[in-house]
């Protein structure tokens, strides 16, 4: 019988009787009185321009009065604006508050009540959080366990579960639902769908929305028309590169004439962007835009922010998709700054150029190498007819010499590889070049390097001098 915790001669064991009394205690739930609860209400809503902060507030409070009548009352409340689902409890500013207070023996709670799961939880977010609340001993209120979530339960435990992935399940296909109208709309429509306007662009007013709800409430389509102060520069960029000159030389160009750069000239847009002159990289990013041609492109790039825990950060990566996934409309959607064959033109020019011979040059270090003085990662440059790197501590092409400036660093492949050969954190089977080069990706080794030394190092210690940056 359970309980029973005699021998076969009926004596009485204490330690065996202590050990049950614990068991029993540690598998029942603990309960408070009825009425004396006092709970944190825990809310979040997605957007600012389409949802109502006042009233996604209050029909969730309601629903959490609603569970909570005659169990206790909420006396603190924590409302997340903004913030996704898919977000964890530890990226959204008001849950992180909330779970600060956990540690707090007076934090003034008993347990945490929430308006509907979806809006607090996604995926297996719950079941993360759990262990962090029964640690604390606080508890889970859910309409839709219609009260404490005990996963002791079976049921419980297959209802988060369910729930979890239903969440999900919504919001992927919502996803889905609005990328595909997103394709068709650019595709069939070249419809502007929103996010900065290339230079040499500006917004201006298409018509009403084609959505009648969403014409009587007085939204309306926008399109690109060109920028009469800027539109010029583009033309020029492109004229200029089609007619052989460097990305350095154009950049250097535009800056000589104070041409103002994209961050100057929209820095509502551009509010990351702090640099008020013109580099490589935004001269290449203009001449590689297929906007231009008038058509509309979208789908270029893509925002990755899933965690390898499977949550989600609160920050996304900015990737550039491949280009077989752009979505390219059929027909011209604006007013074309360049002609499709100029276009393609200036894109075979940013081709790999080869040597004077017709054979392309190769370097087996590049990305590899970092100076030793300022930290940045070299160059590679062609030294004396051989594969060689250089790093000028910052300078570029498009900026005219200082009167004062570092030497440039020049070091040859050859006399690289040969500093490194025996090094003792370099693999002894590393005989060749290639095998060499090889081990140093493979292990995510970068090489520091001056004119005498070249010291290979783990890529995460490297790091770059904020005085030269």
Same mark, same amino acid.
């Given at each position: 019988?359970?309980?029973?915790?005699?021998?076969?001669?009926?004596?009485?064991?204490?330690?065996?009787?202590?050990?049950?009394?614990?068991?029993?205690?540690?598998?029942?739930?603990?309960?408070? &009185?009825?009425?004396?609860?006092?709970?944190?209400?825990?809310?979040?809503?997605?957007?600012?321009?389409?949802?109502?902060?006042?009233?996604?507030?209050?029909?969730?409070?309601?629903?959490?009065?609603?569970? $909570?009548? =005659?169990? =206790?009352?909420?006396?603190?409340?924590?409302?997340?604006? =903004?913030?996704?689902?898919?977000? *964890?409890?530890?990226?959204?500013?008001?849950?992180?508050?909330?779970?600060? &207070?956990?540690?707090?023996?007076?934090?003034? /709670?008993?347990?945490? #009540?929430?308006?509907?799961?979806?809006?607090?939880?996604?995926?297996?977010?719950?079941?993360?959080?759990?262990?962090?609340?029964?640690?604390?001993?606080?508890?889970?209120?859910?309409?839709?366990?219609?009260?404490?979530?005990?996963?002791?339960?079976?049921?419980?435990?297959?209802?988060?579960?369910?729930?979890?992935?239903?969440?999900?399940?919504?919001?992927?296909? *919502?996803?889905?639902?609005?990328?595909?109208?997103?394709?068709?709309?650019?595709?069939?429509?070249?419809?502007?769908? =929103?996010?900065?306007?290339?230079?040499?662009?500006?917004?201006?007013?298409?018509?009403?929305?084609?959505?009648?709800?969403?014409?009587?409430?007085?939204?309306?389509?926008? &399109?690109?028309?060109?920028?009469?102060?800027?539109?010029?520069?583009?033309?020029?960029?492109?004229?200029?590169?089609?007619?052989?000159?460097?990305?350095?030389?154009?950049? @250097?160009?535009?800056?000589?004439?104070?041409?103002?750069?994209?961050?100057?000239?929209?820095?509502?847009?551009?509010?990351?962007?702090?640099?008020?002159?013109?580099?490589?990289?935004?001269?290449?990013?203009?001449?590689?835009?297929?906007?231009?041609?008038?058509?509309?492109?979208?789908? &270029?790039?893509?925002?990755?922010?899933?965690?390898?825990?499977?949550?989600?950060?609160?920050?996304?990566? %900015?990737?550039?998709?491949?280009?077989?996934?752009? #979505?390219?409309?059929?027909?011209?959607?604006?007013?074309?700054? %360049?002609?499709?064959?100029?276009?393609?033109?200036?894109?075979?020019? @940013?081709?790999?150029? *080869?040597?004077?011979?017709?054979?392309?040059?190769?370097?087996?270090?590049?990305?590899?190498?970092?100076?030793?003085?300022?930290?940045?990662?070299?160059?590679?440059?062609?030294?004396?007819?051989?594969?060689?790197?250089?790093? @000028?501590?910052?300078?570029?092409?498009?900026?005219?010499?200082?009167?004062?400036? @570092?030497?440039?660093?020049?070091?040859?492949?050859?006399?690289?590889?040969?500093?490194?050969?025996?090094?003792?954190?370099?693999?002894?089977?590393?005989?060749?070049?290639?095998?060499?080069?090889? /081990?140093?990706?493979?292990?995510?080794?970068? $090489?520091?390097?001056?004119?005498?030394?070249?010291?290979?190092?783990?890529?995460?210690?490297?790091?770059?001098?904020?005085?030269?940056?």
């Amino acid at each position: 019988m359970k309980g029973d915790v005699s021998d076969d001669q009926g004596v009485k064991d204490p330690l065996a009787q202590w050990l049950n009394e614990q068991s029993e205690a540690r598998t029942k739930p603990r309960v408070r &009185r009825r009425g004396n609860l006092r709970f944190a209400f825990y809310g979040r809503m997605s957007t600012v321009e389409h949802q109502d902060r006042a009233t996604s507030r209050n029909w969730q409070l309601d629903c959490a009065t609603d569970l $909570v009548s =005659g169990h =206790g009352a909420i006396v603190t409340e924590y409302f997340d604006v =903004g913030c996704s689902r898919r977000r *964890s409890w530890r990226h959204r500013p008001q849950s992180t508050a909330l779970l600060a &207070r956990l540690g707090d023996p007076l934090r003034g /709670f008993d347990a945490i #009540v929430v308006g509907e799961y979806e809006r607090a939880f996604s995926g297996n977010q719950l079941l993360n959080l759990m262990p962090l609340l029964e640690q604390h001993d606080v508890q889970l209120w859910l309409p839709e366990t219609d009260g404490p979530v005990d996963c002791r339960k079976p049921t419980h435990q297959a209802l988060i579960m369910l729930l979890g992935v239903q969440s999900k399940r919504e919001v992927q296909r *919502s996803r889905h639902r609005v990328i595909t109208a997103m394709r068709t709309q650019a595709r069939e429509q070249g419809r502007y769908l =929103g996010g900065r306007p290339p230079y040499g662009y500006q917004l201006v007013d298409a018509g009403p929305h084609p959505n009648a709800a969403h014409a009587r409430w007085g939204r309306r389509l926008q &399109r690109l028309e060109p920028d009469p102060a800027t539109a010029a520069h583009v033309r020029r960029m492109f004229a200029q590169r089609l007619a052989g000159h460097s990305l350095a030389s154009i950049a @250097r160009a535009l800056n000589d004439d104070a041409v103002a750069c994209p961050s100057t000239v929209d820095p509502g847009r551009n509010h990351h962007r702090t640099n008020d002159r013109w580099t490589l990289r935004t001269v290449s990013a203009i001449l590689a835009n297929p906007r231009y041609t008038g058509r509309q492109v979208w789908n &270029r790039q893509r925002t990755d922010i899933d965690t390898a825990d499977g949550t989600r950060d609160a920050h996304g990566t %900015v990737r550039w998709n491949n280009t077989k996934d752009w #979505v390219i409309s059929k027909q011209q959607a604006h007013t074309a700054l %360049v002609t499709e064959q100029e276009f393609i033109a200036t894109q075979a020019i @940013r081709s790999r150029r *080869s040597a004077h011979d017709g054979t392309t040059r190769s370097y087996l270090l590049t990305g590899l190498l970092r100076c030793g003085s300022c930290g940045r990662r070299m160059d590679a440059h062609w030294v004396n007819q051989r594969p060689g790197y250089r790093c @000028r501590h910052g300078h570029t092409s498009t900026q005219h010499p200082a009167n004062q400036r @570092r030497k440039i660093l020049y070091l040859r492949e050859d006399h690289v590889i040969a500093r490194l050969a025996g090094h003792p954190s370099i693999a002894r089977d590393t005989h060749s070049p290639h095998t060499l080069a090889a /081990f140093l990706r493979v292990n995510k080794i970068h $090489v520091v390097c001056d004119q005498t030394h070249c010291t290979p190092i783990t890529a995460r210690f490297v790091q770059v001098d904020p005085a030269q940056s």
